[in-house]
């Protein structure tokens, strides 16, 4: 697995922040929609899971929740106390947590795959691959965008795009080292990039995702429930519009182009 960081600079990190607030026109989660903490106190190979409705379907400019419904779980995987040394996740006050006891490992997924009818059980712990209905995301940007508030450790996560059960891309991203407030991106593009895929994480079956045509979203945090003490917060995530990212760029360059004409109007 390559562990090279799909990490942008600070500069355009902030540039990414200030595009999102100013332009994104889908949201894909912005956790305004709580659900309660709970722990996974077994290491049973069975992950605990709660799914959630956003109250405010789209289009509703009041939606925050691409499909209307999010499933959250934790999976504890090992423990040498699985009732006091365990993991966590909730959604309160507007971010995602997780978190995991020293000498624990865990995984914890989100999910984005609609309402939970058919395949999933009431908990939505069971991702359906085709539930969001076939979203073209490509109509409302060209980036996944996700601020981390704060995370104590470096952490892995794995975002996956789902077309269908045997369509899907895979990308693992790996920060190495602590994060406190910082905007990441990835590109669409990269998840319909063969090559790029294939070698940060894997396509499904019969191919990779077609952005244009979205069946679900998931992300997969701490993929290889690695024993470190995590505690990790996720704000905002969207899809943020190439257009507002590179005016933000471009408005930097023409600052740098103003000053530099103000220096030679101050040689002149
Ligand atoms: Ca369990
Ligand atoms: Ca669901
Ligand atoms: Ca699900």
């Known amino acids: ?106 995984e914890a997924q989100i999910q984005w795959d609609g309402s939970n009818v058919g395949v999933e059980g009431a908990d939505g712990g069971i991702l359906n691959p085709t539930g969001l209905g076939g979203i073209n995301l490509w109509d409302t940007g060209s980036l996944f965008s996700f601020d981390v508030i704060f995370a104590d450790q470096g952490f892995t996560a794995d975002v996956i795009v789902y077309t269908d059960a045997t369509h899907f891309s895979r990308i693992r991203i790996d920060t190495v080292v602590p994060v406190s407030n910082q905007t990441f991106s990835l590109a669409f593009a990269a998840f319909e990039n063969a090559a790029f895929v294939a070698a940060n994480g894997g396509a499904g079956s019969a191919g990779l995702a077609d952005l244009n045509n979205v069946g679900a979203l998931q992300v997969i945090l701490n993929p290889l429930g690695t024993g470190l003490s995590i505690d990790l917060t996720i704000d905002n995530i969207t899809t943020v519009p190439e257009p507002a990212t590179l005016s933000l760029l471009g408005m930097g360059l023409l600052g740098m182009g103003a000053s530099a004409r103000r220096r030679k109007l101050a040689n002149a």
């Open 1 to 106: 697995m390559n562990k090279k960081p799909l990490l942008l600079g600070t500069a355009f990190a902030m540039a990414m922040a200030v595009s999102v607030n100013a332009s994104a026109d889908r949201v894909i989660d912005l956790f305004s929609v709580t659900q309660a903490k709970f722990f996974d106190v077994t290491t049973n190979g069975v992950a605990e899971s709660r799914t959630v409705n956003d109250p405010n379907p789209y289009p509703s400019p009041l939606n925050s929740i691409i499909g209307d419904n999010r499933d959250i779980s934790v999976n504890l995987i090992n423990s040498p106390d699985p009732a006091n040394v365990n993991a966590s996740a909730s959604v309160t006050a507007g971010v995602y947590n997780f978190s995991q006891d020293t000498q624990a490992g865990a």
